[in-house]
């Protein structure tokens, strides 16, 4: 006779998680005694249980029940033929034919278990899914572990595929991972680690907004899981969200204040925003929480850069290197510091080293090329920006970036083609359309590049290089009055900005306003005497003011101010950008004034 054995490891499973949820399960009225109504369902969840146990011996079990009658009394003629009979069996045995009632009756006990063991367990695994949910939002760690694992043993679907979603983010498959997690999904709607797990998947593949749709899905199902919030909030870092990247990691340090990784996140969020003393008081609360890591060094390195103290974060930036020369952030953050500090080189090797250890990073090559554009190597600069949008198509910066080069260069078409691929990606970015605009003006296109600064106006009123560059169109168009308004309008938005001055004064100089032009280059002059621009493009800019200053002068008649100023003009202009204004001097000096 065959024996039935039992999986003792799922009844063991079972008890384990029965004595952990014993408390929830188990509800004692005031007299201390169990309600009638907790005994029913415990029972029955009882029962059930066991019955699953027995789960794969079903066939065994129900031949058993085949060979009795109901009334309890056996029928020799069905006892198992694993034993031998004492009396000797008839040659041609007369074969018992059971009667309607007793067939009636196994074909109801069949039904009944069908039932119990392969349609109840699925629900009753998606209840205690939801029930360890609910544990797992109460900070009941064991109890809602013990609930997931005793429903995946209910469920060999749902373990099937929730084994495979681990393994194959485990192995770097993410397409794969997908796949599989969204079949447990599609299971169980409510299994939370699904969620968090496809999440990391859609990170690594850059499709962010689908991560954050899971991390923000595996946060309504348990609100107290601070990794998600974290996750979540790493991504909104990354796309310059700050003040929702801060959100996050400060819910995360709410439901767990010993949460050190929360902090250096804010920490980093808070000096991207300027805040240094802010990201100060993060990084110091993480390294106190025992945090020794080179990102604690990290966090540090951007306080100070965010406090504009370059040395201090580079120190900082090579602790983080020194500790842990694999890690990619380091060596952007200090191609970027080398950057600042005009040490191109050393900005180029850094972001190149940083292309060594991620060959597929864009930011990398877009920094290294944007390097490489200041020095004037602007094949190399394209080079750059090309591979930084083979590996993102959808980087915004990337294509301004190539686009200002190709105008640089001046390859206008080719600008024109990448700023409308900017305006496509993102069609509410002010910054696409004036750059157009500037491409289309260069290409003496006017009316197009009037409509792209009034474009980039409507998207952003507040934007003053729109309304210069729509003031400049309008001065080659000798609309003067509208070109008057726009610098006008630049000038009340930022009264200390160099270049509106200028050209209005243009305007009133060419609209025989000589007095109000020599008003604005004075301001101009003042403004940029005290400014934050480059040493080169002061004398560069006060080599231009004067000159159109004292041409000016001569058309008022104004002969010695006039030589004063160009001569001041001349001597400024060191790169000989401005030859026009030795022949004004010239004129000047023989008292003829420069048309």
């Not at 998947?201 to 954050?212: G, P, V």
């Not at 100060?280 to 990102?295: F, P, Q, R, T, Y």
């Not at 306080?303 to 952007?332: T, V």
């Not at 290409?443 to 003053?464: C, R, S």
Request: charged share 20%; glycine share 4%; proline share 4%.
């Amino acid at each position: 006779m065959e024996l039935i054995t039992v999986n003792y490891s799922r009844v063991v499973l079972f008890w384990k998680w029965l004595a952990y949820n014993s408390k929830n399960i188990c509800t004692y009225n005031v007299e201390g005694f169990l309600n009638i109504e907790t005994i029913i369902i415990g029972s029955v969840f009882l029962f059930l249980v066991i019955v699953f146990v027995f789960k794969s011996r079903l066939s065994i079990l129900l031949d058993r029940i085949a060979r009795f009658e109901l009334g309890g009394v056996k029928n020799l003629q069905h006892i198992d033929q694993d034993f031998e009979p004492e009396l000797p069996m008839p040659s041609l045995p007369t074969p018992i034919v059971p009667t309607k009632g007793k067939t009636a009756g196994r074909i109801f006990i069949f039904i009944i278990l069908w039932y119990l063991i392969y349609m109840v367990p699925a629900p009753l695994s998606r209840i205690l899914i939801e029930f360890g949910n609910s544990e797992y939002s109460q900070g009941s760690e064991k109890i809602g572990t013990g609930s997931y694992r005793l429903a995946l043993e209910l469920n060999n679907d749902l373990k099937k595929e929730v084994n495979q979603c681990y393994t194959d983010n485990a192995r770097q498959q993410y397409e794969l991972a997908i796949s599989h997690c969204s079949k447990v999904i599609e299971i169980d709607p409510n299994y939370v680690d699904a969620y968090s797990n496809r999440a990391i998947a859609y990170s690594n593949l850059k499709k962010y907004d689908q991560a954050i749709a899971d991390y923000t899905r595996d946060i309504e199902l348990v609100p107290t899981i601070t990794l998600s919030y974290i996750n979540r909030g790493i991504i909104y870092l990354n796309q310059n969200k700050y003040d929702l990247a801060i959100a996050d990691f400060t819910k995360a340090i709410d439901i767990n204040p010993k949460e050190p990784l929360a902090y250096l996140k804010r920490g980093l969020a808070h000096a991207s925003k300027g805040q240094s003393d802010l990201a100060m008081i993060d990084c110091n609360e993480a390294s106190e929480l025992g945090k020794k890591d080179w990102d604690v060094y990290y966090c540090f390195g951007f306080a100070f850069i965010a406090q504009q103290k370059y040395d201090l974060a580079l120190s900082n930036i090579n602790d983080a290197i020194e500790l842990s020369p694999s890690e990619l952030g380091p060596y952007l953050t200090r191609g970027w510091i080398y950057g600042v500090q005009q040490k191109y080189d050393s900005a180029i090797a850094d972001y190149t080293k940083a292309i060594d250890i991620d060959p597929e990073n864009s930011v990398a090559y877009l920094n290294r090329g944007q390097t490489y554009a200041t020095q004037q190597k602007y094949d190399l600069a394209v080079a750059d920006y090309t591979k930084a949008i083979d590996i993102d198509s959808k980087n915004l910066v990337v294509y301004l970036n190539r686009g200002q080069t190709y105008a640089t260069q001046q390859k206008y078409d080719l600008a024109i083609a990448d700023y409308t691929k900017a305006i496509d990606i993102d069609p509410k970015n002010p910054a696409t359309y004036f750059n157009r605009g500037n491409a289309y003006a260069s290409q003496q296109k006017d009316d197009l590049a009037i409509a792209d600064f009034t474009k980039a106006i409507d998207i952003n009123p507040k934007e003053p290089v729109a309304y210069l560059g729509r003031g400049q169109t309008y001065a080659a168009q000798k609309k003067y009055d509208l070109a008057i308004s726009d610098f006008s309008k630049v000038i009340e938005i930022n009264p200390n900005f160099v270049d509106p001055y200028i050209w209005r004064g243009n305007a009133f100089a060419d609209t025989k306003k000589f007095t109000q032009a020599i008003s604005d280059y004075q301001k101009a002059l003042s403004i940029s005497a005290n400014s934050d621009y480059q040493k080169a493009l002061y004398i560069s800019a006060h080599s231009y003011i004067y000159c159109v200053q004292g041409v000016t002068y001569t058309k008022m008649n104004e002969f010695n101010l006039a030589i004063t100023s160009l001569e001041q003009g001349v001597k400024l202009d060191i790169k000989n950008e401005n030859g026009w204004c030795k022949s004004a001097l010239e004129n000047a000096r023989v008292g003829i004034p420069t048309p």
